[in-house]
Antibody, heavy 124, light 110 residues
Framework: EVQLVESGGGLVEPGGSLRLSCAAS????????MNWVRQAPGKGLEWVSS????????YYADSVKGRFTISRDNAKNSLYLQMNSLRAEDTAVYYC?????????????????WGQGTLVTVSS | QSVLTQPPSASGTPGQRVTISCSGS????????INWYQQLPGTAPKLLIY???QRPSGVPDRFSGSKSGTSASLAISGLQSEDEAEYYC???????????FGGGTKLTIL
């Protein structure tokens, strides 16, 4: 069974840092692009970042560029999101999502499956 | 303000057909494939339609997707109470170099 399990969320003060992890299982992790998507309380979905299967390309939303860093460890079947200089508006549930096709580029791809999410709260 | 525009709400009675629109531009829907996600209350999003009009295995054929130019639609026929959820469209945007989501449409079954 394909599974994604996020961890590392919690309460952090503004300006602080947090590192999220996503443990993947049930598929060949190194073959798939991976993504982070977030959802602020009561709000819609917002794409955060994507990383290629070999980390050869990385994309970020403008809202997190320069503050967040996406990375992966294919040997550990894990995806990460290092979040620095956190702001109140970064408060959200952060979902890890795999692309549906290992062959297609992001512009032709989709997110499937998704993890259950981990909550990040930025507050003093 | 989302790059993709969806109506904030939609409703229908059991058995009815409802459509949810998603409007974009030439840099997103007009040049890339669109996907739809369903988010039931308190749960993670789930893929509903991919590549404009393809259904993943396990998704009932009551759900269908279409695209024309810079707009797309999700149609749900034979509405059921379990269809009450938030629905999001999403695609790649060539200008932003990232994935963009619609603001979401909350479907209520009356």
């Amino acid at each position: 069974e394909v599974q994604l399990v996020e961890s590392g969320g919690g309460l952090v003060e503004p300006g602080g840092s947090l590192r999220l992890s996503c443990a993947a299982s049930g598929f060949t992790f190194s073959n798939y692009r991976m993504n982070w998507v977030r959802q602020a309380p009561g709000k819609g979905l917002e794409w955060v970042s994507s990383i290629g299967s070999s980390s050869t390309y990385i994309y970020y939303a403008d809202s997190v560029k320069g503050r967040f860093t996406i990375s992966r460890d294919n040997a550990k079947n894990s995806l990460y999101l290092q979040m620095n200089s956190l702001r109140a508006e970064d408060t959200a549930v952060y979902y890890c999502a795999r692309v549906g096709s290992g062959e297609l580029p992001l512009r032709r791809n989709w997110f499937d499956p998704w993890g259950q999410g981990t909550l990040v709260t930025v507050s003093s | 303000q989302s790059v993709l525009t969806q109506p904030p709400s939609a409703s229908g009675t059991p058995g009815q057909r409802v459509t949810i629109s998603c409007s974009g531009s030439s840099s997103n829907i007009g040049s890339n494939t669109i996907n739809w996600y369903q988010q039931l209350p308190g749960t993670a999003p789930k893929l509903l339609i991919y590549s404009d009009n393809q259904r993943p295995s396990g998704v009932p054929d009551r759900f269908s997707g279409s695209k024309s130019g810079t707009s797309a639609s999700l149609a749900i026929s034979g509405l059921q109470s379990e269809d009450e959820a938030e629905y999001y469209c999403a695609t790649w945007d060539d200008s932003l170099n990232g994935v963009v989501f619609g603001g979401g449409t909350k479907l209520t079954i009356l």
